[in-house]
């Protein structure tokens, strides 16, 4: 028994299936799927066999040859993380079938009724499986060093469409056998029957990038490469249509930049308001959430970030969780190349501002856990999304950024594409990188220190706080307001809301409850669309005590489930200000929102209000 991944019971003595063909019947009525899972090795295996699981029941587990029964076990109670280990016994075969149903409270899956949906009509079915919650959707070697193919048949109600990140390749009747014979329940709905949806991903995918939705799905087309889904409401779409129209630009930017575009389609899902992020870089479609399209001003560099991904993660991914600012910080620094070359240096250089303010603020978070300010973290333990934060994103960027200017942009363009190209399709850790970088870039070990840089703790000395006059402005701007001076119309009349974003994030905590509501008095920031914005605002409010606001808070904890958002306002709520009315809110405000969050958003709420509470 040697596991590879402290995230996943899969071992490094066991073959790794090359493919899995998945068969799903979805139920709305008990917020299930019945399914089986049909598993390819690469060549016959005899012997123990293990797979993650979460909240699966398994009914069995068959050899598809001659349908006789193979032994399984499964591991109870559940590892806290980790889930169930799922443990076959194989004599010499090389394909094995599990038949399985998942629970209602799959930790991937958000079941939405129909009055919880846009339409209120129809429901509504999505999975987040990154990052080790792909095992509550179906068995599998749930270890991003574990890529594999995969086909599916999914089942659903015939007014329902379903798109995954896979490609589409049949919409018909079911066959015998395929559950059409099933009760449906679902009531008046469903009464037209089911439709089988099929789909192929012949590239090898780690599992954490397994996705789909179904509902009552539309689309718009927005390029030759792209259509943007959404619930079919025209206004939706539309205004999807119009956010996301340059997506074809930045695939261009990003081929230029980075090598071809391996995917062949770059389709954008936009989910409902509780889509716990705001973009996730399912291959083939990128999932979104909604508050891009209500004025959010970081719609393209959110389409830059998920498109950067198709090089740095899904091309190439952290074969651990534990080097995943291989991911994050390579696409932060793609991202941040694509959105110079499609809106310029200024866009480019404010961001790069706001990450690093990002950054400075994680190191305050992290200083009694210094691990997690590290590039390479040790994760044994340890639950990926309760230490999810800004550092592999911000640091990572840093260190590429670094390396960038050591070298200069031509030689380090050349090295990204070099590196994408040697890789792609496979999963690697940080020495690997290491190892490509000084072979590639010789005496880089002498000019940059490698080693402090991925194992050290807190930002090293060489990185570098960015230079452009809008950020250094609106720096100076927010320390003049702790002297008390309010911004002047003229000084913001052209800020979108990244400048917003910065100035409000470089306030100190410490303003006053009159400060607060003069600065709204001017620019109304509580009512702002742009969720960073208002959250940003929100956070200010509750840090003075500002009580004029916090109807606001409850009204934006009910009416977004990003857990970004989430974790920064609960977490204000119950730390911030010490107070017992502050707590008091936060608890009736989750009483009354937890069934509309994703499963992911509320385990993080529940973990921070049982540590204050
Ligand atoms: N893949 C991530 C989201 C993620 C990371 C989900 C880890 C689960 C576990 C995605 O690419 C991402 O980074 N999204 C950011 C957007 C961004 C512009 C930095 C988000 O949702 O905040
Ligand atoms: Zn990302």
Redo the contacts with the bound molecule.
């Keep these: 028994m040697a596991p590879i991944d402290p995230h996943s019971f899969t071992d490094s003595t066991h073959p790794l299936a090359s493919h899995i063909s998945l068969s799903l019947f979805f139920d709305f009525s008990s917020s299930t799927i019945h399914a089986s899972a049909l598993f390819t090795l690469p060549s016959p295996h005899s012997g123990p066999l293990s797979l993650d699981a979460r909240g699966l029941t398994v009914h069995s587990v068959l050899d598809p040859l001659s349908s006789s029964p193979l032994p399984f076990s499964i591991s109870s109670p559940p590892h806290p993380i980790k889930g169930c280990h799922l443990t076959l016994t194989l004599s010499h075969n090389s394909s094995f079938l599990v038949v399985f149903t998942t629970s209602p409270t799959s930790s991937a899956l958000q079941w939405l009724s129909p009055p919880q949906t846009f339409n209120k009509a129809l429901p509504f079915v999505y999975t ?1 499986c ?2 080790i919650h792909a095992r509550s959707v179906f068995p599998c070697q749930d270890t991003p060093a574990a890529r594999v193919c995969y086909s599916a048949r999914l089942n659903v109600p015939r007014q329902l469409s379903a798109v995954m990140s896979a490609r589409h390749v049949d919409r018909r009747d079911p066959i015998a056998g395929e559950g059409a014979a099933l009760a449906c329940g679902d009531g008046a709905w469903c009464a037209e029957g089911r439709v089988v949806e099929e789909f192929v991903m012949e590239q090898p995918i780690p599992p954490y990038l397994f996705a789909f939705a179904v509902g009552e799905l539309g689309f718009r087309e927005v390029g030759p490469r792209t259509r943007v889904y959404a619930e079919a409401v025209p206004a939706v779409l539309e205004a999807a249509a119009k956010e996301f129209a340059s997506a074809e630009d930045m695939i261009m930017q990003g081929e230029a930049l980075f090598g071809p575009y391996e995917w062949e389609r770059f389709d954008l899902l936009v989910l409902p308001p509780s889509f716990p ?5 399912n291959p083939r479609m990128t999932f979104l959430t909604p508050t891009v399209l209500e004025g959010d001003s ?1 719609g393209a ?2 389409v830059a ?2 498109l950067a ?1 198709s090089w740095t ?1 899904n091309l190439i991914t952290n074969k651990t969780n534990e080097h995943f600012w291989l991911n ?1 910080g390579f ?2 620094y793609a ?1 941040r190349r694509i959105v110079e070359a499609v809106q310029g240096e200024d866009r480019a250089a404010l961001s790069i501002g706001i990450g690093w303010r990002g950054l400075n603020k994680e190191m305050e978070r992290f200083k009694d856990n210094l691990e997690f300010t590290k590039l390479k973290t040790n994760q044994e333990g340890v639950d ?2 309760d230490v ?1 934060s800004k550092v592999p ?1 911000e640091k990572g960027f840093q260190f590429l950024w670094r390396i960038e200017r050591q070298v200069g942009r031509p030689a380090f363009d050349e090295f990204t594409k070099k590196y994408i190209a040697t890789f792609k399709f496979n999963s690697i850790d940080t020495e690997t990188f290491l190892e490509f970088l000084k072979a590639n870039l010789p005496g880089i070990e002498k000019e940059i220190d490698l080693t402090l840089w991925t194992e050290g703790t807190g930002i090293p000395p060489d990185a570098y706080e960015p230079v452009s006059s809008i950020y250094t402005k609106i720096l100076s701007m927010a320390n003049e307001f702790k002297l008390g001076r309010m911004p002047r119309e003229d000084e913001v009349a052209d800020w979108g809301g990244m400048e917003w974003e910065l100035y409000l994030e470089n306030l100190p905590k410490s303003i006053e409850a009159s400060q607060i509501l003069d600065l709204n008095a001017c620019y109304n920031l509580s009512d702002t669309k742009d969720y960073e914005v208002k959250v940003a605002f929100l956070l200010l409010a509750i840090a003075s005590e500002c009580k004029d606001h916090y109807a606001e808070v409850e009204k934006t904890l009910k009416a977004v489930g990003r857990k ?1 958002f989430l974790v920064r306002l609960y977490t204000a709520l119950v730390e911030g200000t010490g107070k017992e009315e502050e707590k008091i809110l936060a608890k009736r405000v989750f009483a009354e929102a937890r069934e509309t969050y994703h499963p992911i958003a509320q385990g993080v709420v529940e973990t921070i209000l049982s540590k204050n509470i």
């Excluded at 992020?277 to 870089?281: D, F, N, P, V």
Aim: glycine residues 8%.
């Design positions: 987040q990154h990052a992020y705001a973009g996730m870089e970081s560099q959110l970030h998920e991904h993660g994050e696409t932060t991202e990926p999304d999810y994103y970004k």
